[in-house]
């Protein structure tokens, strides 16, 4: 059983980054054929895919945030980390980590989801 699992402090200033960490357990980051997610929630929105990373460590991000964000990892720990600088409080959401199996269109594991609120 893969399990994910968001950390990350739940305030973070405007104009500030945004670093969150997503721990998995039960499978490796490494395996072939899974990409690793970032989606987000904004409160009373709907989800927003933000960025993966591949299992050769490979990051590609939606076009509407990638000169903000990176997505890079620990394969000793088996984490994957999100990054987003220069925050509003438009980045305000319940931010998420996933596996998506390559080629499969959709998401088989998720984390339980983490509160990041951008505010002064």
């Known amino acids: 059983q893969v399990q994910l699992q968001e950390s990350g402090p739940g305030l973070v200033k405007p104009s500030q980054t945004l670093s969150l960490t997503c721990t998995v357990s039960?499978?490796?980051?490494?395996?072939?054929?899974?990409?690793w997610s970032w989606i987000r929630q904004p409160p009373g929105k709907g989800l927003e895919w933000i960025g993966y990373i591949t299992d050769s460590g490979s990051a590609y991000y939606s076009p509407s945030l990638k000169s903000r964000t990176s997505i890079s990892r620990d394969t000793s720990k088996n984490q994957f980390t999100l990054q987003l600088s220069s925050v509003t409080p438009e980045d305000t959401a319940v931010y998420y980590c996933a596996r998506a199996p390559s080629g499969h269109g959709g998401y088989d594991y998720w984390g339980q989801g983490t509160l990041v609120t951008v505010s002064s």
């Open positions: 039960g499978g490796s980051i490494t395996t072939n054929y899974y990409y």
